[in-house]
């Protein structure tokens, strides 16, 4: 449930992943001081490699090299991003595995409530919640949750609002899925297969 509050950086990096116009260079943290118990043990490597995994996958957020996306809420056209794991302090976003205690008191001093369990993005930092890293989504065994959230709070750096579900078919990424489906089934990806990407109504919650 808590840890130390520092964190120890994953060694190392990738070379660019995509080809999309914006470069995102992303650094991986684990919260030092956790008490794995029986837990499997998440090291900084072991975690970088899990986030490189959902960034890189089929239907990621690279995909957006060959299916710009447009978001009229924030006045994004034609956006497309590639990504780089890096290891030093020239980055644009950083990914924190941290215990529920730390992303609770780090996520309230933005004025974000995350009870526990949710994961939060504020500024250049995501934190993601370790009780949900370990246990996943109720209800949805199989659901890759870490592409899940790794995807949805990578989209709040991207400039993403929380969207509704628009009625049926795939949740958008960004509605809040652990929450409330609302007619759209699990889905742990921005594009579908042939590139469409998902979205529904803005959300203000």
Not at 32 to 61: H, M, Y
Not at 87 to 107: E, F, I, M
Not at 153 to 166: A, I, Q, R, S
Request: aromatic content about 8%; some cysteine.
């Amino acid at each position: 449930m808590s840890g130390a509050g520092t964190f120890t950086v994953a060694s190392g990096g990738t070379e660019v992943v995509g080809s999309g116009a914006t470069l995102v260079r992303y650094r991986v943290e684990v919260e030092d001081g956790i008490q794995w118990g029986g837990n499997p043990v998440w090291t900084p490597v072991k975690t970088a490699a899990e986030v490189e995994r959902a960034i890189g996958a089929p239907r990621g957020w690279t995909l957006s090299a060959e299916h710009p996306v447009t978001y009229g809420p924030n006045k994004l056209a034609d956006a497309s991003w590639s990504f780089q794991r890096v290891s030093g302090n020239d980055y644009s976003v950083r990914l924190r595995l941290a215990t529920p205690g730390t992303v609770d008191k780090l996520c309230a001093s933005v004025g974000v409530s995350t009870q526990g369990i949710y994961s939060c993005r504020y500024g250049q930092t995501i934190l993601l919640n370790l009780r949900r890293w370990l246990k996943g989504i109720a209800g949805h065994p199989g659901e890759d949750f870490h592409a899940n959230t790794i995807n949805h709070e990578m989209g709040h750096f991207l400039g993403f609002d929380h969207m509704k579900c628009p009625g049926s078919g795939p949740a958008p990424i960004m509605q809040t899925q652990t929450i409330a489906l609302n007619g759209c089934t699990m889905n742990s990806f921005p594009f579908t297969a042939d590139g469409t990407f998902v979205q529904g109504p803005r959300s203000r919650s």
